[in-house]
């Protein structure tokens, strides 16, 4: 699996043996979108990249609408059918990554023009 990994230390108060390890694995979009089938299916919601391959027999709405959603930013298609806190929770369990900071689209009221 490709994908470049950022990892954070950090020290307890004594400055040794209390290492926290924080790793993310980045993910360009361009490799999130070659998994698009039902043997491999990534969806981006929010900037973090989650494999859903295992939910795919398992979702409420059926498979269909991941595999519509698979490879692309599905956050307004998420947030649109108002999944409930559960379904937020669960999806915890399939997050594998972020998409790459140089792949965020900016946050919306940053356009620029005249």
């Excluded at 990994?5 to 790793?23: L, P, R």
């Excluded at 998994?35 to 059926?62: A, C, M, Q």
């Excluded at 498979?63 to 915890?92: C, I, N, P, T, Y």
Aim: proline residues 3%.
């Amino acid at each position: 699996m490709s994908g470049s990994m950022a990892t954070a230390e950090a020290s307890g108060s004594d400055g040794k043996g209390q290492e926290v390890e924080t790793s993310v694995t980045y993910y360009r979009l361009e490799e999130v979108a070659k998994r698009n089938s039902l043997k491999e299916l990534w969806l981006v919601i929010h900037g973090r990249v989650y494999d859903v391959t295992r939910f795919l027999n398992e979702h409420p709405g059926g498979e269909e609408v991941l595999l519509e959603q698979a490879g692309v930013d599905a956050s307004e298609s998420f947030e649109d059918v108002g999944h409930s806190s559960d379904a937020r929770e669960m999806l915890k369990q399939y997050y594998i990554g972020d998409i790459h900071p140089s792949d965020l689209k900016p946050e919306s009221g940053s356009k620029t023009g005249s």
